[in-house]
C-alpha cells in the first residue's frame, strides 16, 4: 500500500534554533519526492523537488535529503524564522501519470520568539 | 499577480445545495486539479484535466462534476451538497510533465 508518514506531528522551536523533519515512504513505482509549506489559509508551496538520483537539494535555509534505498527522507531548516512557522508536507509521486501524488498528514512547525 | 486563485474563499450552504467552486490560472499551464483536503489536513486528489479533457477521475461522488471551458479554467460543480463535503478544496495547475505544482489559496466549504 503507498504511504507516507511523516514525523513528528507537530514541532515547537525557538526563533534561530535549527530542525530536521522526517518523512518515511512505501510508494512504487517512485517517481519523486517534494517538500511544501503551506501557511495556515493558504495552497501548499513548493520547497524542493528530488528526483530517485538525487541525495541533496537546498533552497535558501532549507535542505532536503532523500535516501531512495531506505525511502527517507528529510528537512532541515537552519536558523529558524517567525516566518517558518507552517506546515511542512511531504508529497510522494508514483508512476508515471501526473496528479498521482500521496501527501503525508504533515508537520505542524511553530517557531517561538 | 494572483497565478493561481480560487472563488469564494469561503462558502457556507446547506444541506442539499447545489454549489459551484471556480478557479483560474494565469502561468499558462496546461493541466489543472482539484484536491479535498479533509479535517486531519490530509491532501487527496479528486480531479484532473489536460488540456481541457479529464485525464484523472478518483473515487468520487457523482455529485461532484468538474467543468473545463478552456485551458486556464477549471471549475467544481457540487450537487446535493452532504455534511460530509464540509473540507478546504484546492486547485492547482502545472506543465504536462512538470513536477512543479502551483496551488491556489483554496476554498473552505462548510455544509450546515
Known amino acids: 500500500k503507498n504511504q507516507v508518514e511523516q514525523s513528528p506531528q507537530s514541532l515547537i522551536i525557538l526563533e534561530g534554533k535549527n530542525c530536521t523533519l522526517q518523512c518515511n515512504y512505501t510508494v512504487s513505482p517512485f517517481s519523486n519526492l517534494r517538500w511544501y509549506k503551506q501557511d495556515t489559509g493558504r495552497g501548499p508551496v513548493s520547497l524542493t523537488i528530488m528526483t530517485f538520483s538525487e541525495n541533496t537539494k537546498s533552497n535558501g535555509r532549507y535542505t532536503a535529503t532523500l535516501d531512495a534505498d531506505t525511502k527517507q527522507s528529510s528537512l532541515h531548516i537552519t536558523a529558524s524564522q517567525l516566518s517558518d512557522s507552517a506546515s511542512y508536507i511531504c508529497?510522494?509521486?508514483?508512476?508515471?501519470?501526473?496528479?498521482?501524488?500521496?501527501f503525508g498528514k504533515g508537520t505542524k512547525l511553530s517557531v517561538k520568539p | 499577480d494572483t497565478a493561481v486563485s480560487q472563488t469564494p474563499k469561503y462558502l457556507v450552504t446547506q444541506m442539499g445545495n447545489d454549489k459551484s467552486i471556480k478557479c483560474e490560472q494565469n502561468?499558462?499551464?496546461?493541466?489543472m486539479y482539484w484536491y479535498k483536503q479533509d479535517s486531519k489536513k490530509f491532501l487527496k486528489i479528486m480531479f484532473s484535466?489536460?488540456?481541457?479533457?479529464?485525464?484523472i477521475n478518483e473515487t468520487v461522488p457523482n455529485r461532484f462534476s468538474p467543468k473545463s471551458p478552456d485551458k486556464a479554467h477549471l471549475n467544481l460543480h457540487i450537487n446535493s451538497l452532504e455534511l460530509g463535503d464540509s473540507a478546504v478544496y484546492f486547485c492547482?495547475?502545472?506543465?504536462?510533465?512538470?513536477?512543479?505544482?502551483?496551488f491556489g489559496s483554496g476554498t473552505r466549504l462548510t455544509v450546515v
Open positions: 484535466y489536460n488540456n481541457k479533457e479529464l485525464i
Open positions: 492547482a495547475s502545472s506543465f504536462t510533465g512538470d513536477w512543479g505544482y502551483t
Open positions: 502561468l499558462g499551464h496546461d493541466t
Open positions: 508529497v510522494v509521486s508514483w508512476g508515471g501519470s501526473q496528479g498521482n501524488l500521496i
